[in-house]
């Protein structure tokens, strides 16, 4: 049972035959009173300063957790990021391996088209040299028929 400051104040005992001097024991009762009345008040506002405490503790941790969310967040989305990056980076590295095995192949096409307009030319070339030949001959033969003394050497 919890006694109150007012209950030591008001207790009154009976005097009996050699008893305790009465005004003392209210002296020492109003000193219990107070004493008692002070370690209430003290109770009273420790118990509010551990709810404004374990109210800090509350944020601290909802707190904590938000950063631990976020913390998880920004790994996430970072690996995000970088799994993005590196599928970018592996579609463009393929993208530029096609692009120059492309360029190659074009290469090798026009080296070989080349090569064929070169050796076409030469065979033209080669069929014109042939025909100048013969047409020098052609007209040499007709020279020789047209004035014969020229070619053995007579002067008439």
Do not use: C, W
Request: without cysteine; charged residues 35%.
């Amino acid at each position: 049972m919890a006694i109150t400051p007012l209950e030591i104040r008001k207790k009154a005992f009976p005097t009996v035959l050699r008893g305790y001097a009465p005004k003392e024991v209210r002296g020492f009762l109003a000193i219990v009173a107070n004493e008692l009345e002070e370690l209430r008040k003290e109770r009273a506002q420790l118990a509010e300063r551990v709810d404004q405490l374990a109210s800090r503790v509350e944020n601290y941790e909802r707190t904590e957790q938000l950063l631990k969310d976020t913390l998880l967040a920004a790994q996430q989305a970072s690996e995000g990021i970088r799994e993005a990056a590196q599928r970018e980076r592996d579609a463009l590295l393929a993208q530029a391996r096609q692009e120059a095995a492309r360029l190659q192949e074009g290469t090798r096409d026009l080296q070989a088209r080349r090569a064929m307009l070169l050796d076409e030319i030469r065979g033209i070339a080669n069929t014109y040299l042939a025909l100048a030949d013969r047409f020098e001959k052609h007209n040499s033969v007709n020279a020789e028929v047209k004035d014969p003394g020229k070619r053995s050497g007579n002067s008439e």
